[in-house]
């Protein structure tokens, strides 16, 4: 801690305006000016009908995954009715056990 008083010090005695301080929001904006300056990139030209294969290409991946993922969630939901039904007769037993006492 007592280092970065140190160094702050001699920032301030340096620089008694602050200007040679790097400002955060001057160097994101200043990054960000260069993204938006940069070309973008030449993608070669698809026909209509390349468009529309990749379309339904990408579109068939999103459905099988989207098949797995639901699978995946019954599969969990069967396994939880199932413990819970279990859990639910023995607790049935056990009440029927106690009223008879």
């Given amino acids: 801690m007592s280092f970065s008083t140190k160094q702050e ?8 305006l602050g200007l040679l301080q790097r400002d955060r929001t001057t160097s994101t904006a200043r990054s960000a000016r260069e993204r938006v300056n940069k070309k973008p990139k030449r993608r070669p030209v698809k026909s209509k009908e390349e ?11 999103s459905a099988a995954v989207s098949r797995q993922r639901r699978k995946i969630l019954i599969e969990e939901l069967q396994s939880s009715v ?10 049935v037993r056990e009440n029927e056990q106690l009223r008879e006492q």
């Avoid at 010090?9 to 008694?16: A, E, I, W, Y």
Wanted: glycine share 0%; proline share 3%.
């Fill in 82 to 91: 199932a413990a819970l039904v279990k859990e639910n007769a023995s607790l």
């Fill in 51 to 61: 468009l529309k294969k990749d379309r339904l290409a990408a579109n068939r991946r």
């Fill in 9 to 16: 010090s001699n920032t301030t005695d340096s620089d008694p």
